[in-house]
C-alpha cells in the first residue's frame, strides 16, 4: 500500500465543498442566479439567498431571511422533501 502525504485538513476541506457544490449545480442550477450573501440579498431586496455552504445539518438549500435553511425548514415543519 502506498501512503500519500498529508495535504492539510483546508485541502480536504475545499475538496468536499467542491464536490457538495459540484452536486448542488448539477441538481438546482437556479439557485446560482440568488445573492451569494445575506447583505447582498438585502440590497437586492430578495427574500432568499444561496451561500452554496452546508448548514450546520448539513443542508446544502437556500436560506431566507427569517426561516433560515430551508432544508431545515422543511425538516421542521414536516414537510414532503420536494428538494
Not at 464536490?19 to 449545480?25: I, P
Request: one cysteine or more; aromatic letters at 8%.
Amino acid at each position: 500500500m502506498k501512503h500519500t502525504p498529508f495535504l492539510g485538513w483546508d485541502h480536504y476541506a475545499q475538496l468536499e465543498a467542491d464536490r457538495v457544490n459540484a452536486a448542488t449545480e448539477a441538481r438546482h442550477p437556479e439557485w446560482l442566479g440568488l445573492p451569494k450573501s445575506r447583505p447582498q440579498a438585502v440590497d437586492q431586496g430578495k427574500k432568499v439567498y444561496f451561500t452554496g455552504q452546508p448548514c450546520k445539518h448539513g443542508h446544502v438549500t437556500p436560506r431566507g431571511m427569517r426561516k433560515g435553511c430551508l432544508g431545515c425548514y422543511i425538516q421542521r415543519h414536516g414537510l414532503s422533501d420536494a428538494l
